[in-house]
T-cell receptor, first 117, second 114 residues
Framework: AQTVTQSQPEMSVQEAETVTLSCTYD???????LFWYKQPPSRQMILVIR??????QNATENRFSVNFQKAAKSFSLKISDSQLGDAAMYFC??????????????FGKGTHLIIQP | DVKVTQSSRYLVKRTGEKVFLECVQD?????MFWYRQDPGLGLRLIYF???????EKGDIPEGYSVSREKKERFSLILESASTNQTSMYLC?????????????FGQGTRLTVV
């Protein structure tokens, strides 16, 4: 079974600074997909960024980027120029490549990100 | 905009009651999922469905069942609620076409069993 580990239960960063959230995973698959989701206090889960394992290029979405190290099974999220609205729980998630996509995401336990004004 | 709607944001039920949590999506998604979210444990998959009347067990199906009679609706059933089922429940949906497909989530139902 796949597992996803987020080793930082809580992180704090000053507004406008850069923060990196860690995620490691364990799988025997070679093709899979990785995601970062954000859950603000409203509880609405929002997709932040996604990465296909067969792509070596790291995904980027505006201020959010990932450092994907396939051999190390590491998938960290970097948030640049942190804003107060970035405060939330962040979940790393894994999905195996099943062709049809008919299976669920495996989530880590989450990292609570605090932004200090 | 994709919308995944859960019928209640907060629910209080008594031990032993039969509880129905309803989820409706409006984007014609084939996949629908039920997760349970507990502090320090993240989200854990209870059940999912990739078609009407089809269901697959997730990681923690014990004590739960599901029903999908229509494509847009996916119900989670607690046959006899117990206090250890007090939790946040999240419904999600996605298209079937490819594992990279984004899953869209509802706003969650916080269930308290007393």
């Amino acid at each position: 079974a796949q597992t996803v580990t987020q080793s930082q239960p809580e992180m704090s960063v000053q507004e406008a600074e850069t923060v990196t959230l860690s995620c490691t995973y364990d799988t025997s698959e070679s093709d899979y997909y990785l995601f970062w989701y954000k859950q603000p206090p409203s509880r609405q889960m929002i997709l932040v960024i996604r990465q296909e394992a067969y792509k070596q290029q790291n995904a980027t979405e505006n201020r959010f980027s990932v450092n994907f190290q396939k051999a190390a099974k590491s998938f960290s999220l970097k948030i640049s120029d942190s804003q107060l609205g970035d405060a939330a729980m962040y979940f790393c998630a894994y999905r195996m490549y099943s062709g049809g996509g008919a299976d669920g995401l495996t989530f880590g336990k989450g990292t609570h990100l605090i932004i200090q004004p | 905009d994709v919308k995944v709607t859960q019928s209640s944001r907060y629910l209080v039920k008594r031990t032993g009651e039969k509880v129905f949590l309803e989820c409706v999506q409006d984007m014609d998604h084939e996949n629908m999922f039920w997760y349970r979210q507990d502090p320090g444990l993240g989200l854990r998959l209870i059940y999912f469905s990739y078609d009407v009347k089809m269901k697959e067990k997730g990681d923690i199906p014990e004590g739960y069942s599901v029903s999908r009679e229509k494509k847009e609706r996916f119900s989670l059933i607690l046959e006899s609620a117990s206090t250890n089922q007090t939790s946040m429940y999240l419904c999600a949906s996605s298209f079937l076409g490819g594992a990279l497909t984004e899953a869209f989530f509802g706003q969650g139902t916080r269930l308290t069993v007393v």
